[in-house]
C-alpha cells in the first residue's frame, strides 16, 4: 500500500495521492477540482475524480452524487472589484440528505484530518444540497 497519513480521531487514514492532486491543483493548476471519498473497508481517503482546468463549477457540482457523502475541493478563480485576478481553495463536505446516517457520521467526524493534510484551503462550505453550494454562496465567501 502507499503511504497514507493517520487521521488520529477516527482511525482513518489519507492516500498519498489525496495530498499530492491536491498540490498540484494548487501549484500546477492543472486540476480544477478534486472529489475524495471514503473507502469504509479500507478506512481510506482516496481521489475519487478530478476535473481538468477547463471544466466549470457547474460540472464540479454535477460531479458530486446526490445519495453519497463526499469531500472536495475546487479551485475559484476570479477578479476583484479593482481588476486585480485571484484564486481560492474552497473545501466542501458534502452531505446530502438521501445519503446513509452511517456515512454522514463517518464523514463529518473524518473531516479536520483530512483539512489538516491539505494545506492552502481558504474557505470551507458544508452543503447537504446544491442550493447551500451554488455560485451565490461562493462569490460571497470569496470576496
Not at 492532486?21 to 478530478?50: A, G, N, P, Q
Not at 486585480?84 to 479536520?112: N, V
Request: net charge positive; aromatic share 12%.
Amino acid at each position: 500500500m502507499a503511504m497514507a497519513f493517520k487521521m488520529a480521531t477516527t482511525g482513518m487514514w489519507v492516500a498519498d495521492d489525496c495530498k499530492n492532486s491536491f498540490m498540484e491543483m494548487k501549484w500546477k493548476k492543472i486540476h480544477r477540482y478534486i472529489v475524495f471519498k471514503i473507502d469504509e473497508k479500507l478506512r481510506l481517503v482516496t481521489v475519487d475524480k478530478v476535473g481538468s482546468p477547463g471544466e466549470s463549477y457547474d460540472d464540479f457540482a454535477a460531479s458530486l452524487p446526490m445519495d453519497d457523502c463526499r469531500y472536495a475541493v475546487f479551485d475559484f478563480d476570479f477578479v476583484t472589484v479593482d481588476n486585480c485576478r485571484k484564486s481560492k481553495i474552497f473545501f466542501f463536505a458534502w452531505s446530502p440528505t438521501a445519503s446513509r446516517t452511517r456515512a454522514k457520521m463517518l464523514y463529518a467526524t473524518s473531516k479536520d484530518g483530512l483539512r489538516r493534510v491539505l494545506d492552502g484551503i481558504h474557505c470551507e462550505v458544508q452543503a447537504t444540497d446544491p442550493t447551500e453550494m451554488g455560485m451565490d454562496v461562493i462569490k460571497h465567501k470569496a470576496y
